[in-house]
Nanobody
């Protein structure tokens, strides 16, 4: 089965940190751009970050810029999202997906839905004291 598997979520206090992982299962991430999204209860899905395949160019939503860092280890077929200075507004289910953009080394934080694939099941992040 071709999919991405997210892990690393949990409960953390405000100001804390978490690192999420997004591992590919059944396929190789290769040169694909990978996106992170999140969805809080009652809210629309929000693009958080993206990273390209070869040059590892990164982009972030304004809401996480300076606090989150996306990275990838192609040898491990995994993408990471390091989240620092977490606040309650970061509480959400976090998902990763492949952006099937045909443009080499390009990504955008909120690509069109039709271009996204291999969604994982998500991992819950809860920021609360």
């Amino acid at each position: 089965q071709l999919q991405l598997v997210e892990s690393g979520g949990g409960l953390v206090q405000p100001g804390g940190s978490l690192t999420l992982s997004c591992a590919a299962s059944g396929f190789t991430l290769g040169h694909n751009a990978i996106n992170w999204f999140r969805q809080a209860p009652g809210k629309e899905r929000e693009g958080v970050s993206c990273i390209t395949g070869s040059l590892k160019r990164r982009k972030y939503a304004d809401s996480v810029l300076g606090r989150f860092t996306v990275s990838r280890d192609n040898a491990k077929n995994t993408v990471y999202l390091q989240m620092n200075s977490l606040n309650p507004e970061d509480t959400a289910v976090y998902y990763c997906a492949v952006d099937k953009t045909p443009v080499p080394d390009f990504c955008t934080v909120q690509p069109p839905t039709w271009r996204l694939g291999y969604w994982g099941q998500g991992t819950q992040v809860t920021v609360s004291s």
